[in-house]
């Protein structure tokens, strides 16, 4: 059974940084296409991050280039987002992503979503 568990998540003001992580059981990331997205209650979901798309390296939303970095262990199968320079706007409830295939660029996953989902960890940042 695929699941992703994120943890990480909490209060931070402005100008800090957060690092999420997302652990996979079922299978391991370097066979998917692993992303990072998260939602505002009452606004869509936003793509931030695709890794092993068909781009072939990850990409990120305009949103969050710049500032949100993706890395990876191998050996604990858990990707992380480090965030910086955190701002009011980015608070949200950020969710783990993967997907079997990676036929498709990142820009077409942050479209239409992956297939297996987190539950989410919460991120405020205060301004």
């Known amino acids: 059974e695929v699941q992703l568990v994120e943890s990480g998540g909490g209060l931070v003001p402005a100008g800090g940084s957060l690092r999420l992580s997302c652990t996979a059981s079922?299978?391991?990331?370097?066979?998917?296409?692993i992303g990072w997205f998260r939602q505002v209650p009452g606004k869509a979901r936003e793509g931030l991050s695709c890794?092993?798309?068909?781009?072939?390296?990850?990409v990120y939303a305009d949103s969050v280039r710049g500032r949100f970095t993706v890395t990876s262990d191998d050996a604990k199968n858990t990707v992380y987002l480090q965030m910086d320079d955190l701002k009011p706007e980015d608070t949200a409830v950020y969710y783990c992503?993967?997907?079997?295939?990676?036929?498709?660029?990142?820009?077409?996953?942050?479209?239409?979503?992956?297939?297996?989902w987190g539950k989410g960890t919460q991120v405020t940042v205060s301004s």
């Open positions: 992503a993967a997907e079997q295939g990676t036929i498709y660029s990142g820009r077409y996953y942050f479209r239409v979503g992956m297939e297996y």
């Open positions: 079922g299978f391991t990331f370097d066979e998917r296409a």
């Open positions: 890794t092993g798309c068909s781009d072939g390296w990850t």
